[in-house]
């Protein structure tokens, strides 16, 4: 009988274990039986190589693209879709510019590309066509995402050497880094025109209610709505593989959703504001950690080591102090408006609101104190234990290309001869 050589796994590193627990994006991994494999029927298929754009990220032309949600992956797609309403807001424009429609006709195309409700003293107010303009950019994010990870960072992280399975969660951390720089610092840049700049919580109250907006925080708002209701769909409707920390990840993503449309429906977007910029700084942070994780471990030691202490002062310090705003605070409300809900009139804070507004924000505290502790967790252990001493992953070569069925048939075959 033949003998055989154990087969040497690659070890990840306890850092490289942290970043694959919070708030993880990480690609499950579906093991194959070890039964016996028969191979299928008909001509072979034309082998992949493991560099290769998945097949679910090819089109299949518009229509079959529509109807099951692949437009959502695929950017010439989302694009064309994107394109409609452009065309059809510039037909108008022609159309008046020349005559042919009375001039000082309403363009009724322009609710999907611009934000409405705006008042005579230039400032804006939340209006029902805020809907139409949600709906035109979850369609933008789609094409933004899908170009980018596709036409930009999958042929950057092949330049990097990054291969196989790797390439995908580069991609996603990247186009993390891309979002959440952009509008990490849109946010601080619209908190920086507020009075509650850098978290001065009693501006949270006291000017209530912010009915009015400046066209920066009210596009602003729109556009992270917009963004988290897109990744909500992909979620929800599993156009992607579902992840291992799916049941957090929607969570999360129920959590931020409520928080976002109640604090825009009753006049709360300052806070809202604040609570995105904690957000939003950490996962810069997070995403550029895991990045550099997948180029070189070894250089991702100081990466991690910066990221945990601004994720401790924006998902916690930060957070904690929002919420002791919320309890300590509220009532710096004027007492006039603090007495009613009456949405119709649109009045909404009467004394039980507190809690509407404190149970969000706890509960997204909890889930990113259950994330800060696998992050400790491990901290811990790499800096007291072992230092970075190997672990075993539990996507242990996740990079390896996954052998055809031709060869698991062989090795199939090759153990029974054994």
Request: glycine fraction near 6%.
């Amino acid at each position: 009988m033949s003998t055989t050589k154990p087969e040497h796994r690659r070890r990840s590193s306890s850092i490289t274990s942290a970043l694959k627990q919070v708030p993880l994006n990480q690609q499950s991994t579906n093991q194959m039986p070890t039964s016996e494999i028969k191979p299928l029927s008909g001509p072979p298929r034309p082998r992949r190589k493991p560099d290769d754009l998945p097949e679910l990220y090819h089109s299949k032309g518009l229509w079959n693209d529509l109807k099951t949600g692949r437009w959502m992956l695929i950017p010439s797609s989302s694009f064309l879709l994107m394109l409609l309403p452009v065309t059809l807001y510039l037909n108008h424009n022609l159309l008046t510019h020349y005559g042919i429609l009375g001039h000082g006709t309403a363009n009724p195309f322009a609710c999907l590309l611009f934000p409405q409700g705006r008042l005579p003293n230039g400032k804006y107010t939340k209006a029902w066509t805020d809907f139409l303009f949600l709906a035109y950019y979850i369609i933008f994010w789609s094409f933004v995402r899908q170009f980018v990870t596709i036409h930009v960072l999958r042929p950057l992280a092949k330049s990097l050497g990054i291969k196989g399975g790797k390439i995908m969660r580069f991609t996603e951390q990247g186009y993390a880094v891309f979002y959440f720089g952009i509008l990490g610092v849109c946010g601080i840049y619209v908190m920086r025109g507020l009075p509650t700049w850098w978290y001065k919580t009693e501006h949270f109250w006291l000017e209530y209610p912010h009915r009015q907006m400046t066209l920066e925080l009210k596009t602003y708002y729109l556009m992270q709505a917009a963004y988290w209701l897109q990744q909500t769909i992909i979620l929800a409707a599993k156009i992607e593989k579902p992840r291992k920390d799916f049941k957090e990840l929607v969570a999360h993503h129920i959590v931020t959703l409520w928080l976002i449309g109640w604090s825009y429906t009753v006049h709360l977007t300052y806070i809202g504001v604040s609570i995105f910029v904690t957000m939003d700084v950490s996962d810069i942070f997070l995403a550029f950690a895991k990045c550099v994780n997948y180029v070189n471990e070894d250089a991702s030691a100081p990466v991690f080591a910066v990221f945990v202490c601004v994720w401790t002062y924006f998902r916690h310090y930060l957070n904690l102090f929002i919420l002791w705003s919320v309890w300590n605070q509220f009532e710096l409300i004027p007492v006039s408006e603090r007495q009613l809900f009456s949405p119709l009139d649109d009045i909404w804070m009467a004394p039980w609101m507190k809690w509407q507004i404190f149970i969000p924000i706890l509960l997204l505290q909890f889930i990113n104190l259950f994330w800060y502790f696998l992050i400790l967790r491990i901290l811990f252990r790499a800096v007291f234990s072992a230092g970075l001493k190997d672990e075993r992953s539990d996507d242990e070569d996740e990079g390896e290309a996954e052998p055809s069925t031709g060869e698991k048939v062989k090795a199939v075959k090759g153990k029974k001869a054994e």
